[in-house]
């Protein structure tokens, strides 16, 4: 068998952190897997709220922070922590379960190059992007 490959019938590699997968992340993908949250989002500069909040600024930004738009009691009680990668990561792949209670419906992304490419796509949507992190360092056995 290839190392790091489950064989069939074998159990799935465990996930590594997003960081590893935001180091070749892709925007252009990214903007790709978007187009499921466009029912419910804009990410435009000075963009209107749709169903939900708009994305401009949104990473690094605090959660819950979009002025007027009436988040659930779930995210408001996140509001002091900000959308870095990881818990944007967590957010995406199963928003029900990071914040119990949310009014958002969108079952999740449970692919982490798919998120990692839709998570590039939302800090190229900002007024100052943050660089994308580099893949950490793996743990020889």
Do not use: Q
């Given at each position: 068998p290839i190392a790091g490959v489950a064989?069939?019938?074998?159990?799935?590699?465990?996930?590594?952190?997003?960081?590893?997968?935001?180091?070749?992340?892709d925007v252009a993908k990214g903007a790709d897997v978007f187009k499921k949250c466009q029912?419910?989002?804009?990410?435009?500069?000075?963009?209107?709220?749709?169903?939900?909040?708009?994305?401009?600024?949104?990473?690094?930004?605090?959660?819950?922070h979009v002025?007027?738009?009436?988040?659930s009691d779930a995210l408001k009680?996140?509001?002091?922590e900000e959308w870095d990668w990881q818990r944007?990561?967590?957010?995406?792949?199963?928003?029900?379960?990071?914040?119990?209670?949310?009014?958002?419906?969108?079952a999740g992304l449970?692919?982490?190059e798919e998120r990692a490419n839709v998570i590039a796509f939302l800090n190229s949507k900002s007024d100052a992007p943050r660089p994308l992190p580099a893949a950490p360092v793996e743990a020889t056995p």
């Open positions: 064989a069939e019938g074998e159990g799935e590699e465990a996930e590594k952190p997003i960081e590893f997968y935001l180091a070749s992340a029912a419910c989002h804009t990410v435009d500069k000075g963009g209107a709220n749709g169903l939900g909040p708009n994305l401009y600024n949104n990473m690094f930004a605090k959660i819950a002025p007027g738009f009436a988040y009680s996140r509001g002091a944007m990561s967590d957010w995406l792949a199963n928003p029900k379960k990071f914040a119990p209670g949310t009014k958002m419906t969108f449970s692919n982490p």
